[in-house]
Nanobody, 124 residues
């Protein structure tokens, strides 16, 4: 079973960058689709970006540009590179997995395997 563990969160000033990592256990991780979500204070959980098992990427429309998702099958690790961060990016970022190899989705209901999340705070 895949067990995601997120890391890389922290506090950064507006305009700064962070790279989040999602390390997963499981022998068949390379066959899973993986995605990032976030929960900001006072807002519903929203999709950020994801990858399928082949490395194809998909993004929520509002996330394309400043955020970049990638997967390293050798480690294995899912990454989220976040640049030009803004205060509204503050929240808990979650990594989620699904065994469907060809799923690339930013819809939370598609995923049943979730990590604990990592806190991102953007403030001056």
């Amino acid at each position: 079973q895949v067990q995601p563990v997120e890391s890389g969160g922290g506090t950064v000033q507006p305009g700064g960058s962070l790279r989040l990592s999602c390390v997963v256990s499981g022998d068949k991780y390379s066959l899973y689709s993986m995605s990032w979500f976030r929960q900001s204070p006072g807002k519903q959980r929203e999709g950020v970006a994801g990858t399928d098992a082949e490395g194809s990427t998909c993004y929520a429309s509002s996330m394309k540009g400043r955020f970049t998702v990638s997967k390293d099958n050798a480690k294995p690790t899912l990454y989220l590179q976040m640049d030009n961060l803004k205060p509204e990016d503050t929240g808990i970022y979650y990594c989620a997995a699904d065994p469907r190899a060809r799923l690339c989705s930013t819809q939370s209901h598609e995923f049943g395997i979730w990590g604990q999340g990592t806190q991102v705070t953007v403030t001056s």
